[in-house]
Each structure stands twice: as structure tokens, then as C-alpha cells.
């Protein structure tokens, strides 16, 4: 279904691409195989390559920590990837939020309008910090109610629970790192995002190890991610 999805799309952005006449699609006349600039080539590489690295070592964190949980059993790793779903609602949204400040900070940066960058940083700040404290606020107050719709053993919906509340603590911290990370971006400065969220990822392995071991057990691997995203935030 993701690889369908995907060709799909594509295909559809070249046609309309190819298609579209209007002055205002420049990219109409580009020779996508014809030879670049090297000028513009290292730039791209040197704005691109953080971001690369960061997303190559997400997914190795990611791998370990699946690893870690898969080791206190099914209803663990049930609980990780439901707590997780839910709580991709918050940073899909600021996900959004931060693909939309990177256009806005790039354009107004490049325009020398930075009072607009400050205020659709403002703007966005106010909004993620918003969306991120409905969030907790659904995590911490209810995290029974939320667990008893996927899960239906009194166990897993205490694990599930445990879960939300730990990891609801973080989520306007998250919702603030993820755009504002776009926003820096926006302004050119991809290494500064990507030396922070790798830093403050990794350190998720140590932590989960050294929690872990103590009286927390699997909920040690929860505070793990509470802090390194509190700490990114």
C-alpha cells in the first residue's frame, strides 16, 4: 500500500508538472538529468546532509529501542506501537507546523523581512504550545479511557497507561522542537537542528539502559523519551 501510494503520487506531481502552462510553475522548463552546477550542488549538499544523517540515525535509535522493548514481552511492544500512534497526533501536527514555518522563514528570509519570520514564529509557537497542552492534558487526565478502547486486560491498559502519562509529559516540548526545528531550517541552519535532535536522541539508549535496571523497568523506557524530548524541546 506505501510503495502503490507513493508511485501514484509521483507520477501525478510529474504529469501536473509537465502539464501546467502557467508562468507561475518554474520548474515546467527543468532538465532533471541535465548537468548541475557545482555551486549549487555543494550547497544543497551541505543544507541536505544533516538532515539525512539525523533521519538515518532516528531509525538506528529507533531499531535499539524496539530491541529493548521487545524484551518485556508482547504487551509491551503492543502497548509501544499504540501509545505510539496516539501520540502521533500531536507530532503530525506539529510536524505540519514546521513544514509550513520552513517555506515561511525561507521566503521572508530570503525577501529580508525578518519581522515576518519573528511573527509567524510567534504565531506558531503559540499554536503548537496549544495543540501539545491538549494533548497532555488528554494523556494525563484520561489515560484509562484512552488505553480501554485498543487494549481490554486490566494489565495492558495499566501498561498502556503508564505509558500515556509518562509520555504525555513531553509533548508541547516536542511540539516546540519539531517546529522550531523547521523554522531554522527555513533560515538555512539545517546543522544546528540536526546536532541537537541527534545529541538529545541518542542519549535515549543510555538512559533507557540505566532506568530500565532499576525498580521502573519497562516504564524506564518511557522516561527515556519524556526526557530526551524535554530536553530537545
Not at 538515518?56 to 502497548?79: E, N, P, Q, T
Request: aromatic share 10%; glycine share 8%.
Amino acid at each position: 500500500a506505501t510503495v502503490s501510494a507513493q508511485i501514484i503520487v509521483v507520477s501525478v506531481m510529474l504529469i501536473h508538472v509537465m502539464k501546467d502552462k502557467q508562468e507561475a510553475n518554474i520548474l515546467r522548463k527543468v532538465k532533471v538529468l541535465e548537468r548541475t552546477d557545482r555551486t549549487y550542488r555543494n550547497q544543497i549538499i551541505k543544507m541536505g546532509w544533516p538532515s539525512a544523517v539525523q533521519s538515518m540515525v532516528y531509525c538506528g535509535i529507533s531499531m535499539v529501542l524496539s530491541r529493548m522493548v521487545s524484551g518485556f514481552g508482547d504487551a509491551v511492544i503492543a502497548v509501544f506501537r499504540v501509545g505510539g500512534q496516539f501520540e502521533s497526533i500531536s507530532w503530525n501536527v506539529a510536524n505540519g507546523f514546521s513544514s509550513a514555518m520552513n517555506a515561511f522563514a525561507a521566503q521572508n528570509f530570503g525577501a529580508k523581512r525578518m519581522d515576518r519570520v519573528k511573527k509567524g514564529y510567534r504565531i506558531s509557537f503559540v499554536t503548537v504550545v496549544l495543540w501539545g497542552g491538549l494533548i497532555t492534558f488528554l494523556m494525563v487526565v484520561f489515560p484509562t479511557q484512552i488505553s480501554s478502547i485498543f487494549f481490554h486486560t486490566a494489565n495492558e491498559i495499566a501498561l498502556c497507561s503508564n505509558y500515556l502519562i509518562i509520555v504525555g509529559l513531553s509533548q508541547v516540548f516536542m511540539c516546540v522542537e519539531l517546529m522550531s526545528a523547521g523554522a531554522i531550517s527555513g533560515l538555512g541552519n539545517t546543522k544546528i537542528c540536526s546536532v541537537i535532535s541527534v545529541i538529545f536522541t541518542m542519549i535515549r539508549i543510555p538512559i533507557a539502559f540505566l532506568l530500565c535496571a532499576t525498580f521502573l523497568e519497562e516504564n524506564g523506557l518511557w522516561w527515556a523519551l519524556t526526557i530526551s524530548s524535554v530536553l530537545k524541546g
